[in-house]
């Protein structure tokens, strides 16, 4: 029995020094993206290294290693008194990284802390977020995905924030996750919920993505129907998003945004497809904005002045 302890401590004793022996060796095969063991070894400062794995995520987005660097950048920030970037980091690497090693440990943490992990995703789900664009999309719904699978689906038990993720998956094709979150919704949104109206107008089988865009248009008193128009929007086919009811719609968001010049672009095209169109005063007016924000100021005044043209009458 002595002699099994003694083999075991040995063993243990004999595999520590390996490994040690493998982090601090002075030579050896260098790694394919910075340490900060060899940084250490060529005795650079923290900043150096610092500034070396930036570069190295910058320069190399799809690396495999991405998740390897951002993990040690991650400890650096965090034993270095910098809260803020070591936040970054880990929701960096939860949300873009939670299908590697590093980013799912962290996922892992919140294995029963349903609320804590629900809090974590709340931002990627609100109503105020000015745009919503695809990888957004794909990224959230992977991480929705993972957590269910890691942690258990506990955090998804709030109505808000429940439907939001259910138009995610709805999105990405996901039908298996979609119609179970779609299933617990119908038995939670009574007929007289807030809820009721966007749920009924997301969840039907033969409604296409552009059909569920338009019908939230007229639902937005609801916070979550603006999050769940634009998860639309953004995965929307390039032919639905060239119908002229969805462009009216991107058009306004664009205009929310701040976006000018973009929305301009859409603005004329449905001038030209639509001329006889009787959203053409608000059309004119979008443009004449625009054209004003972008300090183009006496185009601007020209298209303003041919809204008094229309001999029907605007309320524009």
Request: charged residues 25%.
């Amino acid at each position: 029995m002595t002699m099994t302890r003694s083999h075991g401590w040995m063993a243990l004793l004999m595999l520590t020094l390996v490994l040690a022996g493998n982090v601090f060796a002075a030579d050896g095969p260098a790694e394919p993206y910075p340490t900060p063991e060899g940084f250490g070894q060529a005795k650079k400062s923290d900043e150096e290294y610092v500034q070396a794995a930036q570069k190295f995520l910058k320069d190399n987005p799809q690396s495999p290693y991405g998740a390897r660097v951002l993990m040690d950048l991650f400890m650096y920030a965090s034993i270095g008194g910098n809260p803020q970037q070591a936040e970054n980091l880990r929701r960096m690497l939860i949300f873009g990284s939670n299908h590697r090693l590093q980013g799912a440990f962290l996922l892992k943490q919140y294995a029963g802390q349903p609320e804590a992990l629900r809090t974590f995703m709340t931002p990627y789900v609100s109503p105020r977020l000015p745009a919503v664009e695809p990888p957004l999309v794909a990224g959230l719904h992977r991480l929705l995905r993972s957590a269910a699978r890691m942690v258990g689906t506990a955090f998804l038990e709030d109505r808000d924030f429940m439907l939001s993720c259910a138009a995610v998956t709805d999105a990405m094709g996901d039908k298996e996750f979609r119609d179970a979150l779609v299933k617990r919704l119908r038995e939670i949104v009574d007929a007289k919920s807030p809820a009721k109206p966007t749920l009924d107008a997301c969840f039907k089988d033969d409604a296409t993505g552009m059909d569920k865009v338009v019908a939230l248009d007229s639902l937005l008193d609801f916070p979550p129907a603006r999050y769940i128009q634009k998860v639309y929007l953004a995965t929307l086919p390039e032919d639905q998003k060239a119908k002229p009811a969805v462009q009216q719609i991107q058009t306004r968001l664009l205009l929310e945004q701040g976006r000018f010049g973009d929305a301009l672009k859409i603005i004329d095209v449905m001038l030209a497809a639509e001329p006889s169109s009787p959203d053409k005063p608000q059309r004119l007016f979008w443009k004449g904005w625009s054209l004003a924000s972008l300090g183009r100021i006496p185009d601007a005044t020209a298209v303003l002045n041919q809204i008094g043209q229309d001999p029907k009458g605007s309320a524009w």
